[in-house]
């Protein structure tokens, strides 16, 4: 199969790199699905992909339409975590008191199926036109409290550097912001868009930047990939990730062991581990909190705390994310902590002795 040098963007473009067999591209289902649902894998995706099949590769299925996506759950939601509740002014939603996340753009270089956002985002442009960045800029700027900001949509290493430049730099004139965060999936979704001038857009003289990636398995961290993240902590950049917990991607301990590792060999601090959002047509990537709870705990067991990251929940509605990882301590006897540890032996902590009057 000759690599391919561009995106392909519908099911058509899937069929002619072979990344879909054609009877299913006749499937009715899966046609509804590639007209409510955006699709973009990019030539540097398909190429970390070891087989083209969304039901054996980790890579594939985060990619790849399936007919499964034409199944809505009647729990799930077109704004799972509540953006629009918390949205004071276009393209920014402002749920905690001290940060907000800034959406400047719908656009991302892949569109991955279990997106917590895919009834948003897609190609077609900016999100905000120029008065409403105006707008957004202001509103962070009448906001004393707002100490980070958060550039997410879509994807903000989409925008071009010059333009990125500009909104880092606005931010950065702000006093009150402290740090500018940006998650991304471009440098494990297309490295090639980390220039020297993407780098250096992301420069600021005086708030500290963090670039957080989304990435879910071992093998999207290519070499390209690699060198893309060199390049942002070779200029001081701290770098963390974010991984969403997904059936039959890496939703086994020895998987999320590989991915972590690789991320932090990557100088990349794992961040989040979040448990999937209940957005529509995703059911077939979910699985229990329990589930969830005993990967962590195998995890604790068998790599360095650099490699554990929190797991959380985004509740359904927006009330915000918070951890649900396994508990190690048990409160229920008066006084005393009894702490499981990670062979499952029972410990006891006593309380501090009582002060004398
Ligand atoms: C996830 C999220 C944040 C960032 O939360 P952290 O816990 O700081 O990573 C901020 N605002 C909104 C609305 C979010 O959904
Ligand atoms: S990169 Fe993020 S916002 Fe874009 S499709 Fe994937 S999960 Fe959704």
């Not at 894998?41 to 992909?49: E, R």
């Not at 008191?97 to 959406?103: A, E, F, G, I, S």
């Not at 998987?255 to 209940?278: C, G, I, M, N």
Request: aromatic share 4%.
């Amino acid at each position: 199969m000759p690599a391919p040098a561009k995106t392909a963007r519908s099911l058509d473009d899937l069929l002619a790199v072979g990344a879909l067999p054609r009877a299913q591209a006749e499937d009715p289902a899966l046609r509804a699905v590639a007209e409510r649902y955006a699709i973009a894998v990019t030539p540097d995706v398909l190429a970390s992909m070891r087989s083209r099949d969304p039901a054996t590769d980790p890579v594939a299925r985060q990619y790849i339409p399936t007919a499964d996506e034409a199944v809505v759950a009647p729990e799930e939601l077109s704004d799972p975590i509540g953006d629009h509740t918390f949205s004071p002014v276009k393209g920014v939603v402002h749920r905690y008191p001290d940060r907000v996340l800034l959406k400047t753009l719908h656009a991302c270089p892949v569109y991955c199926r279990f997106c917590f956002r895919r009834e948003q985002v897609g190609p077609g442009g900016e999100a905000l036109d120029g008065v409403e960045l105006t707008a957004a800029l202001d509103y962070v700027r009448a906001h004393p409290e707002i100490w980070e900001v958060i550039l997410t949509g879509g994807d903000p290493l989409m925008l071009a550097p010059r333009r990125l430049a500009e909104i880092v730099a606005a931010l950065d004139a702000i006093e009150h912001v402290g740090v500018i965060r940006l998650h991304t999936r471009v440098p494990v979704a297309d490295p090639s868009r980390v220039t020297p001038e993407l780098v250096s857009a992301l420069r600021a003289e005086r708030a500290a930047v963090y670039v957080a990636l989304h990435c879910n398995h071992a093998n999207e961290l290519t070499s390209d990939a690699r060198i893309a993240l060199r390049r942002l902590s070779d200029v001081g950049i701290p770098l963390l990730s974010q991984t969403v917990l997904l059936r039959g991607v890496n939703d086994d301990a020895a998987t999320l062991e590989a991915l972590f590792r690789a991320l932090v060999q990557a100088r990349v601090k794992p961040y989040y581990l979040h448990h999937p959002d209940l957005a529509r047509g995703t059911g077939h990537f979910r699985l229990t909190i329990a589930e969830g709870q005993a990967l962590m705990r195998a995890l604790r067991g068998r790599v360095s705390g650099l490699c554990q990251p929190t797991y959380v929940l985004d509740i359904p509605g927006g009330h915000g994310k918070v951890p649900v990882g396994p508990c190690y301590v048990d409160l229920s006897q008066e006084g005393v902590a009894a702490v499981t540890d990670r062979t499952g032996g029972v410990h006891l902590y006593p309380p501090p002795a009582k002060e004398s009057a």
